[in-house]
Nanobody
């Protein structure tokens, strides 16, 4: 059973929108911290958003105000609504889950228990 499966990536023009989904298996479900990461070509992986089991949300500065992370606990699904996309947003987007306290559920925390294989986002100018 695959722990996490992302979907929703695609190709859009600058200013467009995409909605990513991350569906968790039973093994990955129930973690206290869920997050989205991305990796652009030639760059390091970047944590962009986290949500904890209390609903607290943290964003990286690069996406704050444009991206919205949310969680459907009933379906064990994580979402990332991405608006006003820019070419620099292009890359592979990954979800990850981990059991950590609220203080650690921040965008840059990347020691996740499970990772998805990613979904590709391409933003053209």
């Amino acid at each position: 059973q695959v722990p996490l499966v992302e979907s929703g990536g695609g190709s859009v023009q600058t200013g467009g929108s995409l909605r990513l989904s991350c569906v968790a298996s039973e093994d990955a479900a129930g973690k206290s911290c869920w997050g989205w990461f991305r990796k652009a070509e030639g760059k390091e992986r970047e944590g962009i958003a986290k949500i904890d089991n209390f609903g607290a949300i943290r964003y990286a500065a690069a996406v704050r105000g444009r991206f919205t992370i949310s969680q459907d606990n009933a379906r064990n699904t994580l979402y990332l609504q991405m608006n006003n996309l820019k070419p620099e947003d292009s890359g592979m987007y990954y979800c990850g889950v981990v059991d950590v306290g609220p203080a650690y559920c921040v965008p840059y925390y990347d020691d996740m228990d499970f990772w998805g294989k990613g979904t590709l986002v391409t933003v053209s100018s």
